[in-house]
């Protein structure tokens, strides 16, 4: 079993609508997570990040840890065709390497 | 502010040739320093980490090699190339600690014919 657990999709939406991207782990240890975005042919860029539990938003992104579960999401309101690309989770526990562990990520597509 | 850098942005190299791929960081000192490789379609893989100069951390057994000469500068290598090398390699850096983010490169294309 993988450490992160990411469903690669395809995901395609229409304009506007409401996307939930999902993340599931199992090293109870980890406390800081993180969403990338990566467009393609670039490199990944943080989007959020959040550390241990708990819902963060920044404009039309919102995301939402719960520990208990193990289970991580990130929701974008009002999807954009700017928004197509590949979301990927990432995170960490304690330790000095600051070594992130990923998903496979998640490719979004918003069609117009 | 912070800059990463990443060269060359595409290579094309035959079969058994060598290889050097170069990152350096802007505006930080004693950066943890990473290479990843991203096949298409697929999630990133760790090649090799260093927390500082000389310190190399290598994650999977590989036909490459890594190196930090300068505290701001990593650089990935092979003596061989494989046609399995190819990929998209991404330069990262992180602050030192636990909870810190990583800040990639543009990355470099890499297609072994």
């Known amino acids: 079993q993988k450490e992160v657990e990411q469903d690669p999709g395809p995901l395609s939406v229409p304009e506007g609508a409401i996307v939930s991207l999902n993340c599931t782990y199992s090293?109870?240890?980890?406390?800081?997570f993180m969403w990338y975005r990566q467009y393609s042919r670039k490199g990944p860029e943080l989007l959020m990040y959040t550390y241990s539990s708990g819902n963060k938003e920044d404009g039309r992104f919102t995301a939402q840890v719960d520990k208990s579960s193990k289970y991580i999401s990130l929701f974008i309101r009002d999807s954009q065709p700017s928004d197509s690309a590949t979301y990927l989770c990432a995170m960490s526990g304690p330790g000095n390497t600051g070594k992130l562990i990923f998903g496979q990520g998640t490719t979004l597509q918003v069609k117009p | 502010s912070q800059t990463i850098h990443q060269w060359p942005a595409t290579l094309v190299q035959p079969v058994g040739s060598p290889l050097s791929l170069e990152c350096t960081v802007e505006g930080t000192s004693n950066p943890n320093l990473y290479w990843y490789r991203q096949a298409a379609g697929r999630g990133l893989q760790l090649l090799f980490y260093?927390?500082?100069?000389?310190?190399i951390s290598s994650e999977v057994p590989q036909n490459l090699s890594a190196s930090r000469p300068q505290d701001r500068q990593f650089i990935l290598s092979s003596k061989k190339l494989l046609l399995s090398d190819s990929g998209f390699y991404l330069c990262a850096w992180s602050a030192g600690g636990s909870g810190e983010t990583q800040y990639f490169g543009p990355g470099t294309r890499l297609l072994v014919l």
């Open positions: 090293n109870s240890a980890f406390q800081y």
């Open positions: 260093s927390i500082g100069i000389g310190q």
